[in-house]
């Protein structure tokens, strides 16, 4: 897909682009877009709901006013865009707010603008990277990643769902499950059981992951 911004602009448009995704992780971090929907519109409310003063509240309001999150209504009020209504709400169906905890994680951010050297190098400038054994990484990955994995889940289930259910019994391994959501997705056939394989500091978060999708956690072992 082609950049719709040309020329020099679009370099700068580039180069800015880790102040974009700084300004939606702090709304996210900050419950903004949750304070609004809650009933607060001036930054001092949405300020008092998130624990912040009223000026620099205002300063991220304005920012995610810019992304086009927020939207500005007149006499110092904020509400929310129809983007930021359906997907940043904590609780929507649709929530993806969950995710700033993979792509804005403080080890990934600290390692970006050190990215030319681990092209010179050839590997990780990490002191220790996240392939390394029982990562905490990875308990946030697990924690974090739902809105992405169920929807990925789902589209796998409509390809192999109607396979496994022709079949008397089956039996899949989730490698690398994460918080398991491919594995329960899949379990939810009668017919299958699941085995869930992951870094044992990772595995209490698919377990949770089971409870709040209401699994048959007779039919899912963990390794």
Same mark, same amino acid.
């Given at each position: 897909?082609?950049? *719709?911004?040309?020329?020099?602009?679009?370099?700068?448009?580039?180069?800015?682009?880790?102040?974009?995704?700084?300004?939606?992780?702090?709304?996210?971090?900050?419950?903004?877009?949750?304070?609004?929907?809650?009933?607060?519109?001036?930054?001092?409310?949405?300020?008092?709901?998130?624990?912040?003063?009223?000026?620099?509240?205002?300063?991220?309001?304005?920012?995610?006013?810019?992304?086009?999150?927020?939207?500005?209504?007149?006499?110092?009020?904020?509400?929310?865009?129809?983007?930021?209504?359906?997907?940043?709400?904590?609780?929507?169906?649709?929530?993806?707010?969950?995710?700033?905890?993979?792509?804005?994680?403080?080890?990934?951010?600290?390692?970006?603008?050190?990215?030319?050297?681990?092209?010179?190098?050839?590997?990780?400038?990490?002191?220790?990277?996240?392939?390394? *054994?029982?990562?905490?990484?990875?308990?946030?990955?697990?924690?974090?990643?739902?809105?992405?994995?169920?929807?990925?889940?789902?589209?796998?289930?409509?390809?192999?769902?109607?396979?496994?259910?022709?079949?008397?019994?089956?039996?899949?391994?989730?490698?690398?499950?994460?918080?398991?959501?491919?594995?329960?997705?899949?379990?939810?056939? *009668?017919?299958?059981?699941?085995?869930?394989?992951?870094?044992?500091?990772?595995?209490?978060?698919?377990?949770?992951?089971?409870?709040?999708?209401?699994?048959?956690?007779?039919?899912?072992?963990?390794?």
């Amino acid at each position: 897909m082609s950049n *719709p911004i040309q020329g020099p602009p679009a370099i700068f448009h580039m180069m800015q682009a880790g102040y974009v995704a700084a300004i939606l992780h702090a709304g996210v971090r900050l419950n903004v877009f949750g304070a609004i929907d809650g009933g607060a519109h001036s930054a001092a409310a949405i300020g008092a709901k998130i624990g912040a003063p009223e000026r620099p509240t205002k300063i991220l309001l304005d920012a995610l006013a810019v992304t086009g999150l927020v939207v500005t209504k007149g006499e110092g009020n904020y509400g929310l865009s129809e983007l930021s209504s359906e997907h940043l709400v904590p609780g929507r169906q649709k929530y993806m707010g969950d995710m700033v905890g993979v792509f804005g994680d403080e080890l990934t951010w600290s390692g970006l603008p050190r990215l030319h050297e681990a092209v010179q190098k050839g590997g990780s400038v990490i002191e220790r990277p996240i392939e390394s *054994p029982e990562h905490k990484f990875w308990e946030g990955y697990a924690t974090s990643i739902g809105a992405i994995a169920t929807a990925s889940a789902m589209a796998l289930d409509a390809l192999i769902g109607p396979w496994l259910e022709k079949r008397p019994k089956a039996r899949i391994l989730d490698v690398a499950c994460g918080p398991g959501i491919y594995g329960y997705v899949l379990a939810k056939h *009668p017919n299958v059981e699941a085995t869930l394989l992951d870094w044992p500091n990772v595995l209490p978060h698919a377990r949770k992951w089971g409870e709040r999708m209401q699994a048959d956690m007779s039919r899912v072992k963990f390794i």
